[in-house]
């Protein structure tokens, strides 16, 4: 089945330096690549998203690019805040419409100033 | 919009007792989705909805979690008895199903921490 495989955390940065999570997944087809980021005692919130190969989503500065020969989803930005500390969720949907999501574990990311 | 709303915000119960979870996705959305958070298995889909009508629920763990969706403005999730091992955040979620073309964004409310001692 599908499935996604995120980086382990928690990850612990200072204030401008760069920042990758790695997220790779297995699946059937070509689904739709997503992340999600949640802040504390919030709900899930889209960042970015890809719906084929090597298309690039980006937004408030971190990017991520669709590799289908790696199926990875790499999240990046080039200088970190403090306001990015969140749990960090990639993840995959069939592309058929099954409207299901798959989320890898989830990533703790810390910024510190 | 409001975006997607569920209520209670925190729920504390005891061992045995009834649980309603709700739920209102945004408006115009046709699909609505109930997931469960826990530090040991982290997000999982427990059944989803499209114009109402359930797609798929092999994520319910077990009968005594039911949910329903009356009208495309309102669903509810119960769990009948509850027990501890119930006590999670659950998180319902709406989307749009833009133009039959593959999926779109879900949208989460802020979800309901539950508490079962």
């Known amino acids: 089945g599908n499935s996604v495989t995120q980086m382990e955390g928690p990850v612990t940065l200072s204030e401008e330096a760069f920042l990758t999570i790695n997220c790779t997944y297995t699946?059937?087809?070509?689904?739709?690549l997503f992340w999600y980021v949640q802040y504390p005692g919030e709900g899930l919130q889209l960042l970015l998203k890809?719906?084929?190969?090597?298309d690039k989503g980006s937004n408030k500065g971190f990017e991520a690019t669709y590799r289908k020969e790696t199926t990875s989803f790499h999240l990046e930005k080039g200088s970190v805040q403090v306001s990015d500390s969140a749990v960090y969720f990639c993840?995959?949907?069939?592309?058929?419409?099954?409207?299901?999501?798959?989320f890898g574990q989830g990533t703790r990311l810390t910024i510190n100033p | 919009d409001a975006g997607v709303i569920q209520s209670p915000r925190h729920e504390v119960t005891e061992m045995g007792q009834e649980v309603t979870l709700r739920c209102k996705p945004i408006?115009?959305?046709?699909?609505l989705f109930w997931y469960r958070q826990t530090m040991m298995r982290g997000l999982e889909l427990l059944i989803y909805?499209?114009?109402?009508?359930?797609?798929?629920d092999s994520g319910m763990p077990e009968d005594r979690f039911s949910a329903k969706m009356p009208n495309a403005s309102f669903s509810t999730l119960k769990i009948q008895p509850s027990e501890p091992r119930d006590s999670a955040v659950y998180f319902c979620?709406?989307?749009?199903?833009?133009?039959?073309?593959?999926?779109?964004?879900?949208?989460f409310g802020p979800g309901t921490r539950l508490t079962v001692l």
């Open positions: 909805f499209n114009n109402n009508v359930p797609i798929d």
């Open positions: 699946a059937t087809g070509y689904p739709s």
């Open positions: 890809a719906t084929k190969a090597d």
């Open positions: 993840a995959l949907s069939d592309y058929q419409g099954a409207q299901k999501l798959v």
């Open positions: 979620a709406s989307s749009l199903l833009a133009g039959g073309a593959g999926t779109d964004t879900q949208y």
């Open positions: 408006s115009g959305h046709d699909y």
